[in-house]
């Protein structure tokens, strides 16, 4: 049974990564697979709207004490 372009595709990647094992210890191949990369707790968008509540708040309570006296 010949190989599908998926099938191909997986074994390449499979044997790409095996290539850059060999000659290496578990101990750094561990240390490349654990890079942890930051990610917020909170949204752009929701943070965006939770400054826009705070800071549009104050701008306003600014004009109101300058200008409306």
């Not at 499979?14 to 000659?23: M, N, T």
Request: charged share 30%; net charge positive; proline share 4%.
């Amino acid at each position: 049974m010949a190989q599908t372009p998926r099938q191909r595709q997986a074994n390449d990647k499979f044997l790409k990564d095996q290539e850059a094992r060999r000659g290496k210890s578990e101990d750094q191949i561990k240390l490349k697979k654990t890079k942890e990369v930051f990610k917020s707790p909170i949204s752009p968008v929701w943070l965006a709207l939770l400054g826009f509540v705070v800071f549009g708040g104050l701008v306003v309570e600014m004009i109101s004490r300058f200008f409306l006296r």
